[in-house]
């Protein structure tokens, strides 16, 4: 294969009914069989054997847990109430979407597979601010709607916990403007679904000093924590909406891993160089480890400044890099996004030296079996 | 694609250095890997569908329509349409502006059918998405559609001159198109650097674009700059030119053997 460019060559479904079918030439056949029919099925295969039971037949009483393609029958029942995902025609329920059954009481809805992201309270996402208008920012979140983040549910600059004033209504865009990044916790959901967030803690707010990168989200999977210090100096916060967000690791992210006794001195050492978090508090004192609880710690102008770290050297920007071709690698392979994923998929991934081989289509393929062939080794395959 | 200030500055930064990271770790004359299918529409000459790893799409089809030609000496036609563009606007028109002019490298003899009658291609482009610059796709697309392109077989004379007569085709048999195709590449210029592919958040701090054009071996007319975005966009070193047009020559072949030997 070439080292510049990779092509595949492939055949879609939509070839099979070609007339011309005699005149192609012979090796698209087998390609067919190959890449054709996996291509139009991946989805399905995969979601059926994750699914518990699959069954073929259309009884009513074994309609939960089915897959569903569109337009498929359902049910005939007239008992059951239609919910998301279907429709109904002459008393017959079909599906709408590609997903599986559920069955609330007499509701009957179909969950879609692949959606856009639906926003819980508690949720752990990265936005992007897409408008600033009244008292509050938009932020893009990858959902059916934009989420609301209000001014008074942002740390304001200049110290203590303090009630927004007019004049933080008038420069709202000095803390956050169109296209800023930020990480945020979803604090409610309005009536219709939108996500009001917050990001009164010092772990959330603008993020810098790092790259971008995008998943789908049904492949983030809801945990405890969603930011993880990975080996090679990097942290990464995995948005529950599939916005990811990788950095340099900061001293509040080592500080937030260290066990509470022993973090005085994981951060001593650190804090003498620079104490500030990864969204720029800076600690009133000095000596005192950086705790993301402590808000009386100064949140200063910092916070939203726009500046990186300059100390970034080529060498982390490289595992920067690395890290986000692991996680395009993992979603390619629709695998689960988890830190331990991510981690076995570097300790794999160093088999390449170079990073730029890691966009090839096989090499992702082979990361991705590496990875849950690690998995079952280390005997925690779910 | 709209950016925050903080990533701005990280991705110039590390493309700006030396030696520069690319943010999909990339070499600085590596493409993003492709999906070709050829020759899926039934009713056109030729055909290809290219979907880029980022997920832009094109579609490109050849038709072919028998014309005199000293009547109508322009044997080539590419008409492109971007999906959510107009067809009146900038970055359509320059696309098929762009196009008509760099297939004229084709030898139009091929096309050729008797003294008096050749074939006009129609080479209709449909870009369903795109996230960067398409006219790298779209290049892509038509090279491996030309390449996918069979005419009917001549069954008449082809010295119709003096025996006046309307050329007959054979019922079923094809002939395979064989035409040096031209390829198109997008750089972007990163201060003092360049890099062949631009990804979307590369293009977003690109200080400058350029557009190179190959064929058969050799770069050719016509090269052009474009701003790739509206807010990072600079003048940049005339050296860089050569030093894209080298990069183009250096790699071009392979590419060209990649898009062939599918």
């Known amino acids: 294969m070439s080292e510049v460019i990779s092509v595949v060559s492939r055949n879609g479904a939509f070839q099979k009914t070609m007339i011309m079918e005699e ?98 309270t508690g949720d752990h996402v990265v936005g992007r601010i897409a408008e600033v208008s009244n008292k509050r920012w938009k932020v893009d979140i990858g959902g059916k709607q934009h989420a609301i983040l209000m001014l008074g549910s942002v740390n304001l600059p200049g110290g203590i916990l303090r009630r927004k004033s007019e004049s933080d209504e008038l420069q709202m865009r000095s803390f956050l403007k169109e296209g800023d990044l930020l990480n945020a916790e979803v604090q409610s959901l309005f009536q219709d679904g939108a996500a009001s967030l917050h990001t009164r803690s010092l772990k959330y707010g603008k993020l810098r000093n790092g790259q971008f990168c995008q998943v789908p989200n049904s492949l983030i999977v809801r945990s405890k924590n969603h930011t993880h210090n990975l080996p090679g100096n990097v942290t990464v916060v995995l948005g529950v909406n599939g916005y990811i967000w990788l950095r340099m690791t900061s001293s509040m992210d080592l500080a937030r891993d260290a066990p509470p006794g022993g973090s005085t001195q994981v951060s001593g050492g650190e804090a003498s160089g620079r104490a500030a978090g990864p969204t720029g508090a800076v600690s009133l004192n000095p000596n005192a480890s950086l705790s993301i609880t402590r808000l009386e710690e100064e949140s200063s102008w910092k916070i939203y400044s726009d500046e990186n770290d300059a100390s970034i050297t080529n060498q982390l920007k490289q595992t920067i890099s690395r890290y986000a071709n692991i996680i395009k690698a993992l979603a390619f392979c629709e695998v689960g996004i988890t830190h331990e994923r991510i981690v076995l998929g570097y300790e794999a991934s160093l088999a390449y030296s170079d990073v730029g081989a890691l966009i090839q289509r096989d090499n992702m393929e082979a990361l991705g079996a590496d990875v849950l062939n690690a998995e079952r080794m280390r005997g925690n395959a779910e | 694609m709209t950016l925050s200030v903080a990533e701005k500055s990280y991705l110039y930064d590390s493309l700006a250095s030396t030696p520069s990271v690319r943010p999909d770790g990339r070499h600085q004359h590596q493409f993003r890997p492709i999906e070709i299918y050829t020759d899926f529409l039934p009713s056109s000459n030729g055909s290809s569908r290219i979907i880029a790893s980022d997920g832009s799409e094109c579609i490109v089809s050849v038709k072919a329509k028998v014309v005199d030609h000293s009547l109508d000496s322009d044997l080539l036609q590419v008409e492109i349409d971007i999906a959510g563009e107009r067809d009146d606007s900038l970055i359509t028109e320059s696309c098929t502006s762009l196009f008509n002019k760099v297939l004229r490298s084709i030898d139009t003899k091929k096309l050729q059918l008797t003294k008096k009658y050749s074939f006009k291609l129609f080479i209709d482009v449909l870009v369903l998405s795109s996230n960067s610059y398409p006219v790298s796709l779209i290049s892509f697309g038509i090279y491996s559609a030309l390449n996918s392109t069979a005419l009917p077989k001549l069954v008449s004379n082809f010295d119709d001159l003096e025996v006046e007569e309307l050329p007959m085709f054979h019922d079923y048999d094809l002939v395979p198109l064989e035409v040096n195709a031209p390829l198109v590449f997008v750089l972007a210029v990163v201060k003092n650097n360049i890099f062949i592919d631009p990804a979307a958040n590369e293009s977003e701090v690109a200080n400058n674009g350029l557009i190179v054009s190959w064929s058969d071996g050799k770069v050719i007319a016509p090269i052009r700059t474009i701003a790739l975005n509206e807010t990072n966009t600079k003048g940049f070193n005339p050296q860089l030119i050569q030093q894209g047009i080298k990069l183009v020559d250096q790699y071009a072949e392979e590419i060209a053997k990649a898009l062939t030997n599918l």
């Open chain 1, 23 to 120: 005149f192609s030439s012979d090796e698209s056949e087998d390609d067919y069989n190959m890449t054709g029919s996996e291509d139009e099925e991946e989805g399905e295969e995969g979601a059926e054997k994750s699914s518990s039971k699959p069954t073929s037949k259309k009884s009513s009483k074994n309609i939960d847990s089915e897959l569903m393609t569109p337009g498929e029958l359902i049910t005939s029942d007239p008992i059951w109430m239609r919910g998301h995902g279907t429709y109904f025609l002459e008393n017959d329920t079909y599906s709408s979407v590609a997903g599986r059954v559920s069955k609330v009481n007499k509701l009957l809805s179909v969950i879609p597979l692949k959606s856009r992201y639906a926003p819980e």
